[in-house]
């Protein structure tokens, strides 16, 4: 990000972070992902949640890796990807997934889910 200005680059920072999915967004999600389901249509409600699930996990991992590259002279162009970084977000919830009964991440198990993410 060093070819762009230090305005520019916090302002990519915040614009990343207004991507962000609202809460009135995800009640949306949530009932048309509930609907499918009543519907008989659960592959489709499966993937309707894991596409919402994998754009929350990249827009957070985003934010971090621009906040991260903000604050960074020197780049490590190995570490500082959007892949790194969205597996370590994904690290400690994959980790926890018996006991949040593999609410997020594929293969969703539609009787137990949980809507939001929050990896802090």
Known sequence: ????????????VEYLKGMVLTESSQRELKSLVVTLIMLGLEEMA???QSAADAY????????????DTVTN???????????NYMKRLKAP?????????????????VRHWKWKLQIY
């Not at 990000?1 to 990519?12: D, F, H, N, V």
């Not at 929350?56 to 906040?67: G, K, M, Y």
């Not at 002279?73 to 892949?83: G, I």
Request: aromatic letters at 6%; proline letters at 7%; one cysteine or more.
């Open 46 to 48: 499966c993937k309707l």
């Open 56 to 67: 929350q996990i990249s827009q957070q991992a985003a934010v971090r890796l621009a906040e």
């Open 73 to 83: 002279d020197v780049l490590d162009e190995n570490a500082h990807t959007l892949e």
């Open 93 to 109: 919830y994959v980790e926890a997934l018996p006991r949040l009964s593999k609410a997020l991440f594929p293969p969703l198990q």
């Open 1 to 12: 990000m060093s070819s762009y200005s230090p305005g520019e680059e916090l302002a990519l």
